[in-house]
């Protein structure tokens, strides 16, 4: 349970919140509902607070009744979540209460196998993910399965869900060790983006669906040849693309910028509104802002020194006074209009567009980002989960999570693209005989004309901003260090950087990265 609402440190109610009196209240409510719906969710409540296996035994036999009332009222969708969750709670009981594990995986494996004979697609990957990973003994019965409903739909034209199905036929084939096999799903998995890449309705979209079946050939052994033609053909979509792009302006009252917002991702796919959201905003301009600052009205400001001090009262910034020291001055202006900015940007756009595609998306979760992490030129391999979690986290409104996951993502993530580029990111200390990595703030500042590069200038300057700037603000520092109490989390400069690196992740998705990278991705 997490909270359905939460921001400026406070959240809707948890179980964790409901006293005795309330929880005895709920357990009879219990007893008197035949709804199984209600009777799951009032029963894990009261296993969760008062650890009565009872409550947890109810629960997974109410979660699965409800689980086949929804199926049969073809609430296809809804059904895997109920089953995911009576099985991890089966999984509690043993000896003398009775392990129900075994039981709960034969109901969703009949429960597959209907829907195979049925051609229902609708949440059946999530099914077929649980048996994949819980009944590995079977495997080769549910990559039958996966690569039938793949067929079936590429038959029907709807090639992007069949992609999803290809990619569940090779962990199951995995599973079997029939490595042909295996090879045999992943082409068809990659054939599947070039298929959608013929009937893209632009340049861009083609592009990017010829980059992710460039990147499955990639883990195809013996695929040179297939490579270099995909690539051939990447960079010609790119090329092209450039064309479709063309430049808007408009003035604009700031009032009317959420309302702008909201409907711009409104009305969407998942994902497409998540690609607006992205492109709602473009990166701070340093340039600009040093124009700006320089500005008559700001000659006061200018002059006048001053101190940030963190939560703990510290100081972690100075400003000296403009007579002092006019180029420090001035670079402390430059970040505090980019703070600005940055708030200006939370309120007025992201904050609620990211809210209106909560409410267009109400049942989000960590696997509707895999579309968006897997293949991704900014993500390192074995890291696509931990930027899944914490783009959902940070959609959800839960920033604590999505700030303790992405920053360090982030600084790695910057390490490995300078490394491709031949930058040596270690130090060796002379003392100790140790290679330390470098920290964050030497990534940004020392090597930020190659990380300019490669992701531009006004994104390196943001990262620096929000991440390792002092006089910004030094979340990666203040984070890390356990400088920031809970609340901390909930202000407008993690919810831009969760923002930012939600907009390098897509535009990372649509082709290779400049500065070469497409050329050193093989650990990627």
């Known amino acids: ?25 709920l357990d009879r409510v219990l007893s008197q509902t ?68 075994e039981e709960t995986l034969v109901e969703i494996a009949s429960l597959l196998r209907d829907r195979f004979e049925q051609g229902i697609t609708s949440g059946t990957l999530d099914i077929l993910d649980v048996l994949i990973e819980r009944r590995p003994d079977e495997s080769g019965e549910w990559a039958e399965i996966a690569e039938g409903f793949a067929n079936q739909l590429s038959e029907e034209g709807d090639y992007n869900p069949a992609s999803m199905f290809w990619k569940r036929a090779i962990q199951a084939h995995r599973k079997t060790g029939e490595d042909d096999r295996v090879r045999e799903a992943q082409v068809q998995e990659a054939e599947t983006y070039v298929t959608l890449a013929d009937e893209a309705p632009s340049e861009m979209v083609a592009a990017s669906f010829i980059r992710q079946a460039f990147e499955a050939y990639r883990q195809i052994p013996n695929s040179d040849e297939r490579q270099e033609e995909l690539h051939r053909r990447l960079l010609d979509h790119q090329e092209q693309a450039t064309e479709e792009m063309g430049q808007i302006s408009t003035e604009v009252d700031l009032q009317g910028l959420p309302e702008q917002a909201r409907k711009s991702v409104r009305d969407q796919s998942f994902l497409q509104a998540l690609y607006s959201l992205a492109t709602l ?17 700001f000659q006061l400001q200018l002059m006048l020194p001053k101190e940030r001090v963190n939560a703990l009262g510290r100081v972690i910034g100075t400003k000296p006074s403009g007579t002092e020291d006019p180029e420090e001055a001035l670079k402390s202006m430059i970040h505090d209009e980019a703070n600005r900015d940055h708030q200006i940007a939370v309120s007025a756009l992201i904050s609620p567009a990211r809210l209106q595609i909560l409410q267009d998306h109400p049942t989000v979760r ?115 260090h356990g400088l920031m109490n809970d609340g901390a989390f909930y202000t407008q400069p993690v919810v831009y950087l969760w923002w930012l690196i939600l907009r390098i992740c897509c535009h990372a998705n649509q082709g290779p990265l400049p500065g070469g990278f497409e050329r050193n991705t093989a650990d990627n």
């Not at 296809?76 to 969750?85: F, I, K, N, T």
């Open 34 to 101: 035949e709804d199984p719906e209600l009777a799951s969710r009032l029963a894990d409540i009261l296993w969760l607070q008062t650890q009565n296996h009872r409550r947890a035994q109810t629960a997974v036999q109410s979660y699965i009744a409800s689980a086949q009332r929804l199926e049969s009222d073809e609430e296809y969708a809804s059904v895997p979540m109920r089953l995911e969750r009576a099985l991890d709670l089966s999984a509690l009981f043993g000896g003398q209460r009775g392990d129900r594990s």
């Open 366 to 480: 960590v696997k509707d980002f895999r579309p968006l992490t897997r293949h991704n030129a900014f993500i390192p391999k074995g890291r696509e989960q931990q930027f899944a979690r914490g783009l959902n986290a940070g959609l959800q409104g839960d920033f604590l999570i999505a700030g303790h996951l992405l920053i360090p993502q982030v600084e790695n993530t910057l390490r490995v693209f300078l490394q491709r580029q031949g930058v040596i990111t270690t130090g060796l200390d002379s003392s100790s005989k140790r290679q330390n990595e470098q920290s964050l703030n030497v990534t940004l500042h020392d090597y930020q004309d190659v990380l300019a590069s490669i992701f531009g200038r006004e994104t390196v300057f943001d990262l620096q901003n929000l991440l390792v700037e002092p006089l910004g603000s030094n979340l990666r520092n203040e984070a890390m």
């Open 1 to 25: 349970f997490v909270p359905m609402f939460s921001g400026s440190g406070r959240r809707s109610p948890l179980p964790k919140d409901l006293s005795d009196s309330e929880l005895d209240a």
């Open 281 to 297: 905003e473009t990166p701070v301009d340093p340039e600009r802002l040093r124009e700006r600052v320089q500005s008559e009205e």
